[in-house]
């Protein structure tokens, strides 16, 4: 039997996704507004081309789209190095046009989710620009972390910290000062134990809020608050710690009190509003620390991003993410993609490995295959689900890109993160013509290659067989399967070697993450298959790579 798309569900967005906890088995796309859609032919993605492009993700089956950031900025890392968070730049547009966006949205029974970046800010922000000006003792310099450097003529920085994107954490000012940054020296960090800049970022949220924003995911929400006395790390390979190791820059205790705070004034808004951290950490117990229920909603699932296609790898961190999240009442999150890590339809690849390069057709068919398999598993599991934008595509990272077309911060440091985020950032393609196969009427600020024509969602719309309809129905089915969804647990059946298989209710999950064809039960009626499936007399033929929903009603 082939896969076929049963029929199945309500309106995506009816009257039951309207109810209070709708955050808890949720489905949130993700945009990267410079790379969805090109309204006004300049090249670079902005708020108008996404709002016309809303009646696409609706139909798609989401419930929330989440935006990464569109504020004011001089876009020294793509837009998380902000100069004003209540402004939007004008790449993007303007307020008016994010307010259209909003409203419209919510007509659409879309909500939508905003990048909040509180870690640091640009060093265009109003605020560090007076503070280097006025100099040591500036009172404005106490609202980021100077200090004097060590050696003898304080030529030296005033601890070891390295920044995630390489080098020293610490940049040295005329004066002689430094200051801290975490990540590129355009990014300074706020500090968090100065009254002025809590006070300033609740003051921000209300603005959004106003605005009719539905929730936040908070950048770097393990960064905030930094050991006491900025202590020396003792390492010098320090980005190999990250989310590995206890950091005297991360996950600091003291961060729950501020999300404390924040809750509260979240609370006093109607509609249900949410806050979703990136917390990298180094393990997921202590992800569920951000999501008490006077904390955060939810939290993204790192381990489970970084976790290879292999059966027994995969349901050790679902069993320890659902039982990390049991006792703080949160839900689960899931996730195969976003905009900082290879697709997972590159990463799935043969050779295996993060960051990988397709070689081959064959590796691309590969990669595709068990992303396609990876997505209906994730799809199948209790909680809520994020998808980034084009991977209901399949789209690959491009993974040629000249060292004249990059973008990417990181790659022009050579060093910490491998610099190479710009091969899944490339702009999505809308239809199988051009210059930018619909993104835009004057090009795209990263080049695409030209097999994306038949990746386009023009091309795939209608193919019972594409990734695209494939997405729509496990959206579809996932909306209209009791099973699915909302819930702390799994039933784990008996499979072979290499095979995922649980049941949820009357709902069956069967994955088959090995690389030969596998003979288990056929659970009950069919719902949706990655690839083709033959049953015979009660029995499944389940291919490699692939994964099958049953349903016993």
Avoid at 225 to 237: N, Q, T
Avoid at 442 to 468: C, I, K, N
Avoid at 495 to 509: D, K, Q, W, Y
Wanted: hydrophobic fraction near 40%; charged fraction near 25%; charge should be negative.
């Amino acid at each position: 039997m082939s896969q076929q798309h049963s029929a199945l569900a309500p309106a995506p967005h009816s009257a039951e996704a309207k109810r209070s906890d709708w955050w808890r088995d949720a489905v949130i796309y993700q945009v990267y507004p410079r790379s969805f859609a090109d309204s006004n032919g300049d090249g670079m993605g902005d708020l108008e081309g996404i709002r016309t492009r809303l009646p696409y993700l609706r139909d798609l089956g989401v419930d929330a789209v989440w935006l990464s950031p569109f504020y004011a900025s001089p876009q020294a890392d793509a837009g998380y190095d902000v100069a004003d968070y209540r402004a939007v730049d004008p790449m993007f547009g303007n307020l008016l046009d994010a307010d259209a966006l909003i409203r419209e949205a919510r007509g659409l029974g879309l909500r939508i989710i905003v990048d909040l970046v509180p870690n640091h800010s640009s060093d265009q922000h109003e605020w560090f620009k007076r503070a280097v000006a006025e100099g040591p003792g500036s009172p404005l310099r106490d609202r980021y972390h100077f200090r004097p450097g060590k050696g003898e003529n304080g030529e030296l920085p005033p601890n070891d910290w390295e920044s995630i994107f390489g080098g020293p954490a610490w940049t040295r000012v005329e004066d002689g000062e430094w200051y801290l940054h975490l990540f590129a020296p355009e990014q300074p960090d706020f500090n968090w134990d100065h009254p002025a800049v809590g006070d300033e970022f609740r003051s921000i949220l209300r603005f959004w809020l106003d605005m009719g924003v539905d929730g936040f995911r908070i950048d770097v929400a393990h960064g905030l608050v930094k050991a006491e006395g900025l202590p020396d790390l003792g390492s010098h390979d320090q980005v190999k710690l990250l989310g590995n190791d206890v950091m005297p820059f991360f996950d600091q205790d003291g961060v729950h009190e501020i999300y404390r705070q924040w809750r509260l004034i979240l609370d006093e808004y109607s509609g249900e509003r949410i806050f979703v951290a990136e917390a990298w950490t180094p393990t997921i117990e202590r992800t569920a620390n951000y999501v008490r229920p006077d904390e955060l909603h939810q939290a993204f699932n790192f381990q489970y991003l970084s976790t290879a296609w292999d059966a027994e790898e995969l349901r050790e961190v679902i069993d320890r993410t659902l039982e990390a999240m049991r006792p703080v009442g949160a839900p689960a999150t899931w996730v195969l993609s976003n905009h900082d890590v290879t697709r997972h339809a590159t990463r799935f690849a043969n050779p295996p490995g993060l960051g990988t390069q397709i070689r081959t057709a064959g590796d691309r068919e590969l990669g595709l295959r068990r992303a396609r398999a990876a997505t209906l598993l994730m799809l199948a599991l209790p909680g809520s689900a994020y998808i980034y934008q084009g991977e209901e595509l399949g789209l690959p990272d491009v993974v040629d890109l000249a060292d004249e077309d990059r973008q990417d911060p990181a790659y022009f440091r050579g060093a910490g993160q491998d610099g190479f985020r710009d091969g899944c950032r490339v702009p999505i393609p809308w239809t199988r013509e051009g210059s930018s196969y619909g993104f835009g009427a004057g090009g795209s600020w990263l080049p695409q290659p030209p097999e994306w024509a038949e990746l386009s969602v023009e091309a795939q719309t209608g193919d019972p067989g594409s990734t695209l309809e494939l997405y729509r129905t496990a959206l579809a089915v996932r909306r209209a399967q009791p099973g699915l969804g909302a819930g702390d647990a799994v039933e784990w059946l008996r499979a072979p070697a290499g095979v995922l298989a649980f049941r949820r209710g009357e709902f069956v999950c069967v994955a088959n993450t090995g690389g030969e064809s596998v003979t288990t039960p056929a659970y009950g009626r069919l719902l949706l298959a990655s690839g083709e499936v033959a049953e015979v007399d009660g029995d499944a033929k389940v291919p490699a790579d692939t994964t099958v929903w049953w349903t016993t009603a």
